[in-house]
């Protein structure tokens, strides 16, 4: 019996740790928290002070600079204390496999996942670059345009789409049995649904065309801010979690 | 039962530091040495050693290269590598099959598995 236990021991610390490998960039969770909890404290900043329209881009623009800025120097971190993994283009497509690729892929191409400086990913560069401006630059053209040009609705739905862009591939992948994994997707999916709720909250309490300095949008935006700061501290934890062994294995 | 019926199992592949090295790199393009190290809990001796049993083995692959003044020590799995780990899975899931269906009598006894020394 001891010989089983040991055997679904070994068998559970073995899935972990090939979570944990195909995994290994988006759980470094470290990378974006601080840029969400910087738009966080901005945001929260907006709903009680009324920021004015270019207070507000140029906010958010100093914010996207500096969470950038920061990424980059984390990704170096991570790399210089947990060391480096390059993933395989299986292990990226992986969650889509089922569905066919299309039209997915491009879902699964924006996935932090793929480390694109070493193996057969480094061609996706240029996809997730070109992706990332496609849902990023809309967002902040809205922002730009006058309050009363376009509808409310828009504006939020964007956001929307963009954190479940960001969310949904970690709710799809297959889990090892640990607890801990499946809080994750809990947590993911939890999340999810959170932001569908402030959405509709927000659309019963916003005017038809709210002013850029509106209390509500902002609280929107800080809704958003905390959802992802809370997946992303999680995700932190959980990378140190399962990169702790419990003892070095007998050899 | 007799211990004909049971499942070979690679010892390379069936010592537990070597197992999760290569459950790793089954996983990915390719790790350094410095995650494995992280991921797997082996001191750097230990690590370095297994890696060398495996590279004899050719079940991995091990390159290196100056990145900042910095050896970067990459690891990544062979082909025969990743076909040894997919036979030591599927040994593994026939004895838990085996462990499963034998009479509740016999369930003292343990059930070891038939282990073959290193191939190649």
């Not at chain 1, 947990?82 to 997915?104: C, N, Q, W």
């Amino acid at each position: 019996m001891a010989r089983v236990q040991a055997l679904l021991a070994a068998d559970q610390r073995s899935e972990e740790l090939r979570y944990l490998t195909e995994h290994y960039r988006d759980l470094q969770g470290m990378r974006s928290a601080p840029g969400c909890a910087l738009l966080l404290a901005f945001s929260a900043a907006g709903a009680m002070l009324h920021f004015g329209k270019w207070t507000a881009i140029a906010g958010l623009a100093l914010i996207g600079v500096a969470s950038a800025l920061w990424g980059k120097w984390c990704t170096g971190w991570y790399e210089r204390r947990y060391g480096v993994v390059a993933e395989t283009d299986e292990t990226i497509m992986a969650p889509f496999k089922d569905f066919g690729h299309r039209p997915l892929t491009l879902l699964s191409l924006y996935s932090p996942r793929a480390d694109v400086r070493y193996g057969p990913a480094r061609w996706k560069w240029w996809a997730l670059a070109a992706t990332g401006l496609l849902f990023l630059a809309p967002l902040a053209w809205f922002y730009s345009m006058p309050a009363d040009s376009l509808p409310w609705q828009i504006e939020l739905n964007i956001c929307l789409y963009a954190s479940v862009f960001l969310l949904l591939p970690v709710c799809l992948f297959e889990m090892p049995a640990s607890r801990f994994v499946w809080l994750r997707r809990a947590l993911y999916m939890g999340a999810i649904v959170g932001l569908a709720a402030e959405n509709w909250w927000a659309m019963a309490h916003l005017s038809e065309f709210a002013n850029p300095g509106d209390a509500t949008r902002w609280l929107a935006l800080a809704w958003i801010a905390a959802v992802m700061l809370c997946v992303t501290a999680y995700d932190h934890w959980l990378f140190q979690h399962l990169l702790t062994p419990k003892k070095e294995p007998a050899s | 039962m007799s211990e004909a019926n049971l499942p070979e199992i690679d010892r390379v592949v069936h010592e537990p530091a070597r197992l999760a090295i290569l459950t790793v790199l089954a996983s990915c393009a390719q790790a350094d040495f410095l995650f494995l190290e992280r991921a797997t809990g082996l001191t750097r001796g230990n690590l370095s050693v297994q890696l060398t049993r495996l590279e004899e083995a050719g079940f991995v692959t091990i390159t290196k290269t100056i990145e900042r003044k910095r050896t970067l020590t990459m690891v990544s799995l062979a082909a025969r590598g990743r076909a040894a780990l997919e036979e030591y899975w599927e040994s593994m899931e026939q004895l838990r099959a085996m462990a499963r269906t034998r009479p509740a009598s016999s369930k003292k006894q343990s059930l070891p598995g038939k282990l073959h020394p290193a191939r190649g």
